[in-house]
């Protein structure tokens, strides 16, 4: 079995493979100021209470956007799985071993996060081009070509990242719950911020999708109706009912994603 844990800035998840199968997976607040001892003492209490024995996990793999978390859970997979962890690289994009990469030469910057979902979505359609957007502390887009090119990311904060930021930079504007209001007109303080955020970021994720599309033409001559976009991360489902931007919605990508680069370089 296969320990992937996906280390954010505000969840880590990690899962149990077993196979392409999820056995067990959990969120797990992400905390700085937690050492691996505790997160491992977590772990063996979640697989416990998940009758999953540790001894039968052989291999973990790590993709993490918070270094100061990265150690700690190098220490959790060593203690589950008596070796050490591979641990995702931006470096990983250009050594050929996954069916998408980086162009050559490029400084482009990746977060580990969206390489898995490069790769993740790469699987899911069978080839490229594709799209994927993901939900999450920051929402980012994710676009590669039908050679499996990497050509560009956007990165904008996220649903709940702009809802708290309204509430702690304001005197009067609560969190409000990240629901759609029944009108762009909002007649109460709640309503005004959800038309504002909810509804804003259809039309934010909306317009991204269509403009990537053509940039992505312009440099590649991929044709914008052939590009495929799945939505993922943890805050997907606000935006699911109120688009058909998506083609798939797939919350499991990310893990899916470090799961088949566990595969290749494992």
């Known amino acids: 079995m296969l320990l992937a844990i996906d280390i954010g800035n505000t969840n880590v998840v990690a899962s149990i493979f077993d196979g392409d199968d999820i056995k067990g997976q959990w969120r ?64 990983l994009a250009f050594s050929g071993q996954l069916p998408v990469s980086l162009p050559a030469g490029s400084t482009h910057e990746l977060g580990t996060d969206l390489l898995c979902n490069a790769v993740g979505a790469w699987n899911l ?23 499996g ?18 509430a702690s930079n304001t005197a009067q504007l609560p969190v409000v719950p990240l629901v759609a209001p029944p009108s762009s007109l909002g007649n109460t303080t709640k309503e005004a911020i959800q038309a504002g955020v909810v509804l804003g970021y259809k039309g934010l994720v909306e317009y991204l999708v269509s403009q990537t599309k053509k ?20 805050l997907n489902s606000v935006l699911k009912p109120l688009t058909d931007a ?21």
């Open 125 to 147: 359609f069978g080839g490229g081009p594709n799209i994927v957007v993901d939900f999450g502390t920051a929402c980012t887009l994710t676009v590669t070509d039908s050679h």
């Open 28 to 91: 797990i607040a992400s905390d700085v100021k937690r050492t691996g001892d505790e997160y491992t003492s977590v772990l063996l209490t979640l697989l416990r209470d998940a009758s999953i024995k540790p001894d039968l996990i052989e291999k973990s793999i790590i993709s993490s956007v918070v270094p100061d978390l990265t150690g700690p859970f190098i220490t959790v997979a060593q203690h589950l799985c008596n070796r050490k962890p591979y641990v995702i690289t931006s470096a």
């Open 246 to 266: 998506f083609q798939v919605v797939d919350k499991e990508l990310t893990l899916k994603g470090l799961k088949a680069i566990s595969d290749l370089v494992q």
């Open 149 to 166: 090119v990497i050509q560009g990311i956007t990165i904008s904060p996220g649903l709940r990242t702009a809802i708290h930021a309204l």
């Open 215 to 234: 940039d992505l033409h312009e440099r590649t001559d991929d044709d914008p109706e052939s590009v495929h976009v799945v939505a993922t991360g943890g």
